[in-house]
């Protein structure tokens, strides 16, 4: 595992999502309404379709596509289409950077 260097925290408002990019890997990043902040695979299960584009409400990360929602901090999945969690990733925030443990 690594702490990777993602964005700097204040980069995402809060409730928002922004797509960071590693290696062959795409992940969201969320900033939630108390001031933390989660990790995610950056593509809905349903169809492939970048998360980042989506609406993030209540510790919900709606895809953009066909409204499927995911609980971002959990990576459950609890709105049709989608059926399939997310995988969930570490995050940290050091001298106001969002680290991300990426295995």
Same mark, same amino acid.
């Given at each position: 595992?690594?702490?990777?260097?993602?964005?700097?925290?204040?980069?995402?408002?809060?409730?928002?999502?922004?797509?960071?990019?590693?290696?062959?890997?795409?992940?969201?990043?969320?900033?939630?309404?108390?001031?933390?902040?989660?990790?995610?695979? @950056?593509?809905?299960?349903?169809?492939?379709? %970048?998360?980042? &584009?989506?609406? !993030?409400?209540?510790? $919900?990360?709606?895809? =953009?596509?066909?409204? @499927?929602?995911?609980?971002?901090?959990?990576? %459950?999945?609890? &709105?049709?289409? !989608?059926?399939?969690? $997310?995988?969930?990733? =570490?995050?940290?925030?050091?001298?106001?950077?969002?680290?991300?443990?990426?295995?």
């Amino acid at each position: 595992m690594a702490w990777i260097e993602a964005c700097a925290a204040n980069k995402i408002d809060e409730e928002e999502v922004i797509r960071f990019d590693h290696g062959t890997k795409t992940f969201a990043i969320y900033r939630g309404a108390e001031d933390d902040y989660y990790a995610t695979d @950056g593509l809905c299960t349903h169809e492939s379709v %970048h998360l980042a &584009g989506g609406l !993030v409400m209540d510790g $919900l990360v709606e895809c =953009p596509k066909h409204n @499927g929602r995911f609980d971002y901090r959990t990576g %459950h999945a609890k &709105g049709a289409p !989608v059926c399939i969690n $997310l995988q969930t990733y =570490p995050v940290k925030v050091e001298r106001g950077l969002v680290l991300i443990d990426i295995p």
